[in-house]
């Protein structure tokens, strides 16, 4: 089958992210590809028309479609392509493919590092130093710093991420339960697994809920009021999926009420978070902008998935590395 793109040396490659240094990566490996990086979306718009593969996630349009009579292959920067029209893609016979996995390390190790900092206070310690307070030893053992060992860890979602998140919280001595879409496909490194139907069935065992799965018409608002209510009393939320698979207003409910203890969030349902939000507020919520995914690695764990597909193309191979059309 005749490669969908022209040859390597006529191929011509756009990068396009707000801050990403993908151009200089790929440079760097001396490829001797020709690529054009971009920041904005009126750049973006400008360089459509000579591009054969456009590398991209968040600055994406669909109108960009009409500008780009070349374009035969879209590379996701991240893990998630729910911003592309796939019906389009097909139409016009553009390849996509997501970056699914690229992140799958940084990910869980950011997850474990946010359980951990909420079990030794160490957004409470940064506060702190703020203000530099030295903190006496606390004699009510209720308000103390904890440790992981011996508490449940229920994880929604057991793709990578998650089953990677369960083998590091089990290394601490955690006990993992997972919760998967089809539990049938195996509890991977968790101690036991059960499907989503059932979630509601182990929140009150949770001492810590972690939120490592897509954001699809089914997980859409899944941790909700009721959610929130049957967690164990002093359990702690994290969440390094998508904002939108919990119900922020009953999340801060939960959090003035003090029936959820605390909460660590990568994710909000607004990005950037307005500053009008009363998480900002809530002394036991840890912030993070979105990072959980971003490493001194990014940039060349997505070219080696973007090259490796390259080459498919080039050989007229169909069968793209995380293919999406």
Known sequence: MASPLPDRAATRILFAHVAYRLSEAMAARGTGLASHEVRTLE????????????????????????????????????????????????????????AQGV???????????????????????????????????????????????????????????????????????????????????????????????????????ADVLALTCPLTPETQGLIDAAALAALRPGAVLVNVARGRVVDEPALIAALRSGRLDAAALDCVWEEPMPPDSPLWSFPQVLITPHTAGETRRYEENVLDILLDNLDRLWSGRTDLRNAVV
């Open 43 to 98: 750049d973006l718009k400008a360089a459509m028309p000579s591009a054969d593969v456009l590398v991209v996630s968040g600055l994406w349009r669909n109108e960009l479609l009409d500008l780009a009579p070349r374009l035969r292959y879209v590379q996701s920067i991240g893990a998630g392509t729910d911003q592309f029209p796939k019906d389009s893609f097909r139409a016009r016979r553009i390849r996509l493919a997501s």
């Open 103 to 205: 992140n799958e390390v940084a990910v869980a190790e950011h997850a474990i590092a946010l359980i951990l900092a909420l079990a030794r206070q160490l957004h409470l310690a940064r506060d702190h130093q703020a203000r530099r307070h030295w903190r006496g030893m606390i004699g009510d053992r209720a308000i103390r710093e904890d440790e992981i060992g011996g508490k449940t860890l229920v994880i929604v979602g057991l793709g990578r991420i998650g089953n990677r998140l369960a083998r590091l919280a089990r290394a601490f001595g955690m006990r993992v339960i997972g919760v998967r879409r089809d539990p049938a496909l195996g509890a991977c490194a968790a101690d036991e697994v059960v499907g989503q139907a059932d979630l509601s069935t182990v929140l009150a065992r």
